[in-house]
T-cell receptor, first 109, second 116 residues
Framework: GDSVTQMEGPVTLSEEAFLTINCTYTATGYPSLFWYVQYPGEGLQLLLKATKADDKGSNKGFEATYRKETTSFHLEKGSVQVSDSAVYFCAPGDNDMRFGAGTRLTVKP | NAGVTQTPKFRILKIGQSMTLQCTQDMNHNYMYWYRQDPGMGLKLIYYSVGAGITDKGEVPNGYNVSRSTTEDFPLRLELAAPSQTSVYFC???????????????FGQGTRLTVV
């Protein structure tokens, strides 16, 4: 099935710093791609998605572009906040939806 | 708007005991999944189902069983609990439209299981 390789971290940033979390995928064709976020003590929730190549997903200041030439879906945010501290997961939308290892982000004031 | 509901939220089991983790969704999703998340780790897929009556193994199926008799329900069964099964279990569902287009997954709040 499809799979992703995700930068593992942990990542520690100061508030207002720029964030990039790398995610590359291996797939047959071009599946939908997703970024999920998990806040402490909670389940995962969708952060953003892209359903086809060259799509850009965005939400809450986060962005990711589905780039088929580099098979990547990197997550970016221009200015992180303390409230962005969480674990971020990349995943392909395949039958057996297997997640990357997750990247723990800590943002310090 | 219930979404994905898991019960129980917490459970302590003794080694060798059995239990069923319940999962139900009210969004008419065809795909359902069970994951486990060990402390500080990512999610590992245990089993998944692409529709009622159809289930398949994921990455870590040993020690677990599932069934999918209805679209809504996808229970996970632990037959002989072992300390290695101490984890947080998440159920999720999504709608697969065909081709390579899948909606996002919706997750339950998790079941924290401790085996002692």
């Amino acid at each position: 099935g499809d799979s992703v390789t995700q930068m593992e971290g942990p990542v520690t940033l100061s508030e207002e710093a720029f964030l990039t979390i790398n995610c590359t995928y291996t797939a047959t064709g071009y599946p939908s791609l997703f970024w999920y976020v998990q806040y402490p003590g909670e389940g995962l929730q969708l952060l953003l998605k892209a359903t086809k190549a060259d799509d850009k997903g965005s939400n809450k200041g986060f962005e990711a572009t589905y780039r088929k030439e580099t098979t990547s879906f990197h997550l970016e945010k221009g200015s992180v906040q303390v409230s962005d501290s969480a674990v971020y997961f990349c995943a392909p939308g395949d039958n057996d939806m297997r997640f990357g290892a997750g990247t723990r982000l800590t943002v310090k004031p | 708007n219930a979404g994905v509901t898991q019960t129980p939220k917490f459970r302590i089991l003794k080694i060798g005991q059995s239990m069923t983790l319940q999962c139900t969704q009210d969004m008419n999703h065809n795909y359902m999944y069970w994951y486990r998340q060990d402390p500080g780790m990512g999610l590992k897929l245990i089993y998944y189902s692409v529709g009622a009556g159809i289930t398949d193994k994921g990455e870590v199926p040993n020690g677990y069983n599932v069934s999918r008799s209805t679209t809504e329900d996808f229970p996970l069964r632990l037959e002989l609990a072992a300390p290695s099964q101490t984890s947080v279990y998440f159920c999720a569902s999504s709608y697969f439209k065909g081709g390579r287009v899948n909606t996002e997954a919706f997750f339950g709040q998790g079941t924290r299981l401790t085996v002692v």
